[in-house]
């Protein structure tokens, strides 16, 4: 059954705010989230672990469309933006000393996990993944209309033969 694009927005957004890719098979409606393999200090534990994923969109590679987390500098630009439309003068204020010095990203979740606004981030922050995973899902629609295949240059997996 076809989910609704609502439901797979929201549902490769979160699989992006977990920190993992998504892959996303425009012909099966499968989701395969494999985490970013920098993130796994053993490449031994990785194909392990996500060998049965990596070998699945390895073999459908041209059915798939890529997704991949955000970058720390995406992120920023998203806690930017939250700050930005806050009313709370004092709050904001702080969060804006807080992006601005050292560890921004921790001093941000200390003060956003100990405010009123904590669910209010998560809204925020939920909504612009999601808007970003409908870009690039409209992104590549014309590309999958063609059945155009990826780039040569883009890395879309690491070589699957070469974690075996």
Not at 53 to 64: R, W
Not at 101 to 126: C, G, M, T, V
Not at 131 to 158: D, G, I, M
Request: proline share 3%.
């Amino acid at each position: 059954m076809i989910r609704k694009q609502s439901e797979l927005i929201k549902e490769i957004a979160q699989e992006l705010d977990s920190g993992f890719d998504c892959y996303y098979n425009f012909k099966t409606d499968e989701i395969v989230p494999i985490p970013n393999f920098s993130q796994f200090s053993h490449k031994e534990d990785f194909k392990e672990v996500f060998s049965d994923s990596l070998y699945k969109v390895e073999k459908h590679k041209a059915d798939f469309i890529k997704i991949e987390t955000l970058e720390s500098f995406e992120s920023f630009k998203i806690m930017e933006g939250f700050v930005g439309q806050l009313c709370d003068q004092k709050l904001q204020s702080e969060l804006e000393n807080a992006l601005a010095n050292k560890k921004p990203f921790q001093n941000f979740k200390h003060l956003i996990d100990h405010s009123d606004y904590r669910q209010d981030w998560f809204d925020f922050k939920q909504n612009e993944l999601e808007k970003r995973v409908e870009n690039e899902l409209e992104r590549e629609k014309p590309a999958r209309n063609k059945e155009l295949r990826w780039k040569t240059n883009k890395q879309f997996l690491p070589k699957f033969e070469t974690l075996l």
